[in-house]
């Protein structure tokens, strides 16, 4: 089992839908988690972090935590064309320094 | 604020030779670490710095090494470059406390021929 998986996609919506981006973990001990925009040809920006159970919004984005469930979601509503990347999860391992590991991403492609 | 900066932005070498890319982190972070893209394997921890020793590795040979200045500037060298090693290299800087936010430089494109 990965340490971190995500639907690799590519997940389509229409334009000014909700994207509903999913992600899974395995290690009990993770306590931050992050999701990350890519576009094509870029590096990864950071655009959620979230370290608590619940939701936490910033604008059109709203990242979800169950660490019941090891399960961390993005979604994003009114979605726009400008959103279509891959978005990447990530997962901090506290008994390893912080370190980050990032699941293989999934492609979102937003359609006018 | 400035960014996360990387040099050089593109490289092309050939196999067997080296090579050393450069990552200076945002300014009061201490910590820096590194990543190899590639279409196949996503993004893969290479290892990070902190505080100019190295805190944690990756599943890489040792072919591939670092190190940190006293300025939280670091450098990634690879040794004897195989063509496998065409990737994106990524630099991510952080705190290194708290939260572990990283912020990731542009990256260098890697070509081996």
């Known amino acids: 089992q990965k340490e971190v998986e995500q639907n690799s996609g590519p997940l389509s919506v229409p334009e000014g839908a909700i994207a509903s981006l999913n992600c899974t973990y395995s290690?009990?001990?993770?306590?931050?988690f992050f999701w990350y925009r890519q576009y094509s040809g870029k590096s990864p920006e950071l655009i959620m972090s979230?370290?608590?159970?619940g939701d936490k919004e910033d604008g059109r984005f709203t990242a979800q935590l169950n660490k019941a469930s090891q399960y961390v979601s993005l979604l994003i509503r009114d979605s726009q064309p400008s959103d279509s990347a891959t978005y990447l999860c990530?997962?901090?391992?506290?008994?390893?320094?912080?370190?980050?590991?990032f699941g293989q991403g999934t492609e979102l492609s937003v359609k006018p | 604020k400035a960014g996360v900066t990387q040099t050089p932005r593109y490289l092309i070498k050939t196999r067997g030779q080296q090579v050393t890319l450069s990552c200076s982190p945002i300014?009061?972070?201490?910590?820096v670490s590194w990543y190899q893209q590639t279409p196949g394997q996503g993004l893969q921890f290479l290892f990070e710095?902190?505080?100019?020793?190295?805190?944690n590795k990756g599943n890489f040979p040792g072919r591939f090494s670092g190190r940190q200045f006293s300025n939280s500037r670091s450098e990634m060298n690879v040794s004897t470059l195989e063509l496998g090693d065409s990737a994106l290299y990524l630099c991510?800087?952080?705190?290194?406390?708290?939260?572990?936010?990283?912020?990731f430089g542009p990256g260098t494109r890697l070509t081996v021929t």
């Open positions: 979230i370290y608590s159970n």
């Open positions: 290690d009990r001990g993770s306590q931050s």
């Open positions: 991510a800087s952080s705190s290194g406390t708290a939260s572990y936010e990283q912020y």
């Open positions: 990530a997962v901090a391992l506290y008994n390893q320094g912080g370190k980050l590991i």
């Open positions: 710095y902190f505080s100019e020793t190295q805190r």
């Open positions: 300014s009061g972070h201490r910590s």
